[in-house]
């Protein structure tokens, strides 16, 4: 037997009709179920996102971010770098003096007019003769070397501890290295080539080199302060002359500006009574005529 049933309507006209309600029901239940079910679905397919996108997101910021960190470690290690590379970048790049090729010359022309290397000066020897000349152009030769050898002498503690704390380029290192060998080099050759003029030179010739340094480094301040106060002497006279004169000149302006001020003051007082006569004889005409006038009408 059939669910189904028939339900009659009487329309206005008196006729009746038969309905099947059971399908509608069926559709309309059928039909509401499955509207529910899309618009759940749909509502499902707006606020659900997969999870796998957030890690997406979350990895690429952290991508990111390591990206940046490595890119800011390695330009301030390239600053760091360029910094040490470029620090004191010519304090090492050291040059013999003129003086080193100057005593070469001398020593070259001694030999050709017969001088012998470790030969004695003879007594009595004159002071142009070839051994005194070499050894004097070997003490200017030793004494230009003396800054060259204090600075390497400063500079050597500092660059050692810089070294051992990594604190230095290579590139600087090498520099200093090249630097301090080429000096010692010049330190042993000078103590060479001072046996050869006068065996047993080569122990006192440095010490002998840094006081003479050190005389002429304190003539050439000396000098160099005595210029100074010549100069500062000769300022103030000349700052004191200017002071006077432009006393003077000063004094000469006031006088010229109380002239000046007198001069237009007569100035002044001399146009004032030239006002003054004008308005009184102006006056005295009109009252001489006044009364001409009026004598004339009385005759």
């Known amino acids: 037997m059939s669910d189904s049933y028939e339900e009659a309507t009487v329309n206005p006209d008196g006729s009746t009709t038969f309905e099947d309600t ?25 606020t659900g996102i997969d999870p796998a996108f957030y890690l997406l997101g979350a990895a690429a910021v952290i991508v990111l971010l390591v990206a940046l960190i490595i890119r800011r ?15 004191d970048g010519d304090k090492f790049n050291l040059k013999l003096p003129a003086a080193v090729d100057e005593y070469y010359a001398i020593k070259e022309k001694a030999i050709q007019s017969g001088w012998q290397p470790g030969q004695r000066a003879a007594p009595g020897t004159p002071p142009s003769g070839p051994h005194r000349v070499l050894a004097q152009a070997l003490m200017k030769r030793c004494i230009a070397d003396i800054p060259l050898v204090t600075h390497i002498q400063k500079e050597s503690s500092g660059m050692n501890k810089l070294y051992s704390n990594s604190m230095c380029s290579v590139k600087q290192w090498r520099t200093y290295e090249a630097a301090e060998a ?50 500062e002497k000769k300022k103030a006279e000349e700052d004191k002359v200017l002071a006077e004169k432009r006393k003077v000149e000063a004094a000469e302006a006031r006088v010229l500006a109380a002239e000046k001020a007198a001069a237009e003051l007569i100035a002044a007082e001399d146009r004032e009574k030239q006002s003054k006569s004008a308005f009184s004889s102006k006056e005295g005409g009109m009252k001489k005529g006044f009364l001409n006038s009026g004598s004339a009408k009385k005759k």
């Open 73 to 87: 470690q390695r330009k301030k290690t390239e600053d760091t770098d360029d910094f040490f590379s470029n620090l």
């Open 182 to 231: 080429m000096v010692s080099a010049e330190v042993d050759e000078v103590r060479q080539e001072a046996d050869e003029i006068e065996p047993g030179w080569s122990g006192v010739i440095w010490r002998q080199a840094m006081q003479y340094h050190n005389m002429l480094k304190n003539k050439q301040e000396m000098g160099a302060k005595q210029k100074a106060a010549l100069a």
């Open 22 to 46: 059971a399908g509608q029901e069926s559709f309309n239940e059928t039909g509401s179920d499955g509207a529910e079910e899309m618009l759940n679905d749909g509502e499902m397919e707006a």
